[in-house]
């Protein structure tokens, strides 16, 4: 094959894509600023629940029994059946597909970070009351900048599972990236399922990148005169 049989043929190849971009470009913004909006609200209101769920396994066995439990049993039952439980209570569009991704997110965020505050080690502890630390002092200077790596860790599991789940929203009327799957899946068109599947692990990729770097940067930022206490 020669080097123009291969630019005629890159150029068909391409041409799907190329034409849906030309012509779509703000729906396929749209798309991304719905799917971004879903995921961050889910997560943001997980994120809430689960640390103060995940405080109270802390400090109460029997909060952390109960709480983890249930949880652990709900990671494994599927997102697109936690998505139709909610639409007979409240029906289809961004709230039920909200409230569906917020309790798939708030498994990991609660339990990881339950055990990141039950995990801190007694030396550690004994060693801040010695100084004459009071609970709040110990809870922000020694346990939030020990137990924050494996909250980021449940959290970037959250934000990862949320932002692939988010496509199956469009089942509900949510909307996100997962209707130009869908369309394709529909219109049987290859472009369309590639173009919002690679768009939502791209942004899986992105996320758990800039989240890993925001780690870094809170560590150094808000507990780094802590972290160099400790030393």
């Known amino acids: 094959m020669n080097t123009y049989n291969v630019e005629v043929a890159l150029s068909s190849a ?20 719905e799917h971004l909006l879903l995921s961050g609200a889910a997560l943001l209101v997980a994120s809430a629940l689960g640390i103060v769920l995940g405080v109270l396994c802390a400090y109460n066995k029997t909060v952390n029994v109960v709480a983890t439990g249930v949880f652990s049993v709900a990671r494994i039952v599927p997102s697109l059946a936690i ?4 639409l007979p209570l409240m029906g289809t569009g961004m709230k039920p597909s909200v409230a569906a991704l917020t309790f798939l997110a708030l498994p990991p965020i609660l339990i990881n970070t339950a055990v990141a505050l039950a995990s801190i080690p007694a030396a550690a502890l004994e060693a801040a009351r010695g100084m004459g630390m009071n609970v709040p002092q ?12 494996l909250f980021m860790a449940g959290f970037k599991t959250a934000a990862v599972e949320v932002i692939a789940s988010a496509t199956l929203a469009a089942y509900i009327g949510g909307g ?8 394709g899946l529909g219109l049987m068109r290859t472009e369309l399922l590639l173009i919002g599947g690679a768009s939502v692990a791209l942004l899986s990729l992105l996320v758990d990148f800039s989240l890993a770097l925001l780690e870094k940067r809170v ?13």
């Open 14 to 33: 391409l041409e799907p894509y190329i034409h849906y971009f030309s012509n779509n470009t703000h729906k396929f913004i749209a798309a991304i600023g």
């Open 176 to 183: 996100g990236l997962g209707v130009i799957i869908f369309t």
């Open 138 to 149: 110990i809870f922000f200077r020694i346990k939030a900048p020990l137990a924050l790596p």
């Open 219 to 231: 560590h150094v930022t808000l507990f780094g005169g802590a972290i160099r206490h400790r030393l």
């Open 83 to 86: 998505l139709f439980l909610c």
